[in-house]
């Protein structure tokens, strides 16, 4: 299955009178990785959650796959979206076959067909199922855990994934290697990707487009190689270059 | 007569009212789990509901037992001698540790747990059961166990309004200042108390060992 388009249409979002999000509009192609990129408190995480409806849009609307978010039941949304997350998230009480067959567990698949996408989305993810499908997520290393949750959030088939600095726990070499088995199992699967990263070697290595964010407002958006040989103000230039 | 003989010929009548003891605090700590753990999560659901509930179950804890068994004798249908009120003083005792150990059992889940759990599309009803109650049971389960051990030292005094169990004796020596009869009531009361900790604990060891560390 092909992504599915995700567009956000002059979204405005405050929490407690700060304005978060003011009129972002952003428009993410079936099948890209777009890479959501700014500092902490930017607003890329509360624009990746307005997606499956985590939160709300104050005003203008969010869209996938052409149809507005808050005419879905947040719960079926959500089952057709994958969503990976830092510190992962995972059901400690679970086996990591458990924890990887979850949402096709709530969508009333049978146990055989769960425990087989499990052991399939564990050898997608380079994890042998029978070594380490019937463990408990803490006794993982951190960079397996991360690896679990990546293949939670495609057990069920989903045509978006969400993700939310899903590396961020691991140390340097392991991330380097997880982000490139990344980019390959993206290219591999033509999902959509909505990933957010404060890490900017993770954003040019991983995305088809980068989407600068600052202060609730989407800075510059275009492909890694037109970001970094021109950026679009004196922001952007001092992000990627802090970086370099 | 040395305190052993005593015991040997009065182990029957000590037996009878161990068991009765047992099974008064089985009752009591039975019904206290069934109201109290229901009630616990709803008000991780109804947030309004927490004040009131807590607040009744802690001034419960704050009238002492005889006092409570004494102000339960007069009223009508759950009152009077006998065991029927000593259970139900025996419940609302049992209220307070397991509900409060609900309620922070279930508030300490992990938010990043959480929120992972909503956006994979768990609902409410699914979160709590699949999620929530799961890594909340060693809390919970340590809430039952502090009730029954309370309960089992609670029993004793529910002698007093003639419920039975080992305080009948204890009573009955107080009366009659035989310390040999007090004794005999005392120590199998203070073992019960012991044994059942011990064995909850391992329950809930067990319990942990087989559902995995509710840590990350």
Redesign the interface.
Known sequence: MTGVAISFREVTKSFDEKLVLDRVSLDVSPGEVLVLLGRSGCGKTTLLRLVNRLVDADAGGVYVGGREVADWDPVELRRGIGYAIQGVGLLPHLSVGENVSLVPRLLGWNPDRRRERAAEMLRLVGLDPREHGGRRPDQLSGGQRQRVGVARALAADPQALLMDEPFGAVDPIGRRSLQEEFRSLSQELGKTVLFVTHDVTEAFRLADRIAVVADGGIRQVGTPGEIRDSPADALVRGLIEGAA | MSFLEFLAGRWTEILGLTLEHVVLVVISTVAGVLIAVPLGLAITRIPALGRPVLGFAGVIQTVPSLALFGLLIPLPLIGGIGSRTAIIALVLYALLPILRNTVTGVRQV?P??L?????????DW?RLT??EV??ALPSIFSGIRIATVVGVGLVTIAAAVGAGGLGSLIFRGLAMLDSRLLFAGAIPSAILALLADAGLAMLEARLVAS??????
Request: hydrophobic share 45%; net charge negative.
């Open positions: 992990d990043a747990i929120d992972a759990a909503n956006g994979m599309g768990m609902t699914q699949l999620v799961p890594l559902r995995g560390a509710p840590t990350s």
